[in-house]
């Protein structure tokens, strides 16, 4: 009994061995890494190894799917450029346009989360060491910024604001106490000390009044 033949339209694929030193990426390869989705790739990488096989055209060398797994396990020397790996082939040569199209469902039809699910059954701390960002998963990882406190006296405007300079005099609190200021121009840490002696007693309640200058 005679075979049936196989129409060569129907693609079949089956895993081979390459020299990943030899494997040649896609120049229009549109897919990017951020930097931790490259740090999350690795760290899969070395966790669990070489699991999704890179794909290849029927000419044993042209990379369709796997840039970036190529790309790390050679810059982080988890193997060296002689070494053979699992390709996934297909049973005849695709076109450049089957090629594109490939390329780009195998980065994109990836389907969903459901994300009730994904908050139900996982740490989100472990959902985040896995690969997914905070603002995926809903979460403001943002501090507010605390109001300034107001001071007492008659300035009520910020710490920032009190900038001392050589030759000026100021008075701290009720009872007349003068701090008399007569600094050169070449000693800037002291006008910075000055600044910070006002500032701490501005902030505790002092009333600070500049006299002259």
């Known amino acids: 009994m005679k075979k049936k033949a196989v129409d060569p339209k129907i693609l079949t694929w089956h895993t081979e061995q390459r020299r990943i030193g030899d494997l040649v990426e896609w120049e229009k390869n549109p897919r990017l890494l ?58 005849r040569q695709l076109s450049v346009k089957e090629a594109e199209e490939l390329a780009i469902r195998l980065n994109r039809n990836t389907g969903q989360w459901d994300y009730d699910k994904l908050a139900n059954e996982f740490e989100v701390e472990e959902l985040i060491t896995w690969g997914f960002d905070a603002a995926e998963l809903g979460i403001d990882l943002s501090e507010e910024e605390p109001e300034p406190e107001k001071t007492g006296g008659s300035d009520e405007s910020s710490e920032s604001d009190i900038h001392v300079k ?14 008399t200021v007569a600094v050169h121009e070449g000693a800037p840490g002291v006008l910075s000390i000055i600044d910070a002696i006002l500032s701490h007693a501005k902030k505790v309640g002092l009333q600070i009044v500049k006299v002259n200058g």
Not at 35 to 56: I, M, P, R, W
Not at 60 to 73: L, V
Not at 166 to 179: A, D, F, Q, R, Y
């Open 34 to 91: 951020t930097q931790k989705e490259a740090h999350d790739l690795a760290c899969s990488l070395e966790n669990f190894g070489y699991v999704e096989t890179v794909v290849l055209n029927h000419d044993g060398k042209s990379i369709i799917g796997g840039h970036q797994r190529r790309r790390i396990m050679l810059a982080e020397a988890m193997v060296n450029p002689d070494a053979m790996i699992d390709v996934r082939m297909p049973s």
């Open 166 to 179: 050589p030759g000026e005099s100021w008075c701290i609190g009720t009872n007349g106490s003068k701090i």
